[in-house]
């Protein structure tokens, strides 16, 4: 966990409370955090997901790593320190959106257990649902994809550490979603994460 290093701060209470947004949205909060390797098609379904639910209705809002990394994160590079702080940071961030009662859709590679496991406690601190989705994918697959390019790049030694070549992707152990994007397709998978927020009604107030 990240040091608390500003004193003499004290945290201020608000007077709108989290049923009250509940009631004025009609839905829960949560955050679906989307992890697996780079080109398993985390951002894909995180983008078809947004779409469908706003379509519906429902208030979504998608944080993708490639974008929050050109603002936010933009100070961090991809060293196993910058990585933490990284998903530390957009793990706070999915807290406060999902508190506010907006369906937030994370997707980030999050290679690391630890670190996902942070932004999951996050969420449980301040009883808030956080729906793990592991999207995999062999990385055969995720290679011939290779939308970026990162792939060969990384093979030809012009990337270092990079994920699934020559550093680790830690695959979750108990996600609740587990999507496997080389046997299904894009409406299957987007589906798939549907059925689990109505399963735990995260897609009305009550």
Same mark, same amino acid.
């Given at each position: 966990?990240? $040091? ?8 201020? =209470?608000?007077t709108?409370?989290?049923? #009250? ?5 009609k839905?829960?909060?949560?955050? &679906?955090?989307?992890t697996?390797? !780079? ?16 379509? +519906? ?14 603002g ?17 940071? *957009?793990?706070? &961030?999915?807290?406060?959106?999902? =508190?506010?009662?907006? *369906? ?5 590679? !999050?290679?690391?257990?630890?670190? +996902?496991?942070?932004?999951r ?9 956080? *729906? ?7 990385? $055969? &697959? ?16 012009? *990337? ?12 979750? #152990? !108990?996600? #609740?979603?587990v ?9 299957? !998978?987007?589906?798939? &994460?549907? =059925? ?11």
């Amino acid at each position: 966990m990240a $040091e608390q290093v500003a004193t003499n701060i004290t945290w201020h =209470d608000g007077t709108v409370t989290r049923d #009250e947004r509940k009631a004025v949205l009609k839905q829960k909060g949560c955050t &679906v955090w989307f992890t697996g390797l !780079s080109g398993s098609g985390k951002s894909t379904i995180a983008v078809a997901l947004e779409q469908v639910l706003f379509q +519906r209705g429902h208030v979504a809002y998608r944080l993708d790593g490639d974008n929050v990394r050109m603002g936010l994160n933009k100070n961090l590079g991809f060293s196993a320190e910058d990585r933490a702080e990284n998903i530390r940071r *957009i793990g706070e &961030v999915c807290k406060l959106f999902a =508190d506010s009662c907006v *369906i937030t859709l994370s997707s980030f590679i !999050s290679p690391y257990r630890e670190d +996902r496991d942070q932004a999951r406690s996050l969420h449980a601190d301040g009883d808030i649902d956080f *729906i793990e989705c592991y999207v995999e994918c062999p990385l $055969e &697959v995720a290679e011939e994809r290779d939308p970026k390019g990162l792939y060969k790049k990384a093979r030809a030694g012009e *990337i270092k550490g990079f994920t699934g070549i020559d550093d680790p992707y830690e695959e979750p #152990e !108990s996600a #609740e979603l587990v999507i496997n994007t080389a046997e299904c397709s894009l409406e299957e !998978s987007v589906q798939a &994460v549907l =059925d689990c927020l109505e399963a735990r009604g995260l897609l009305k107030a009550d």
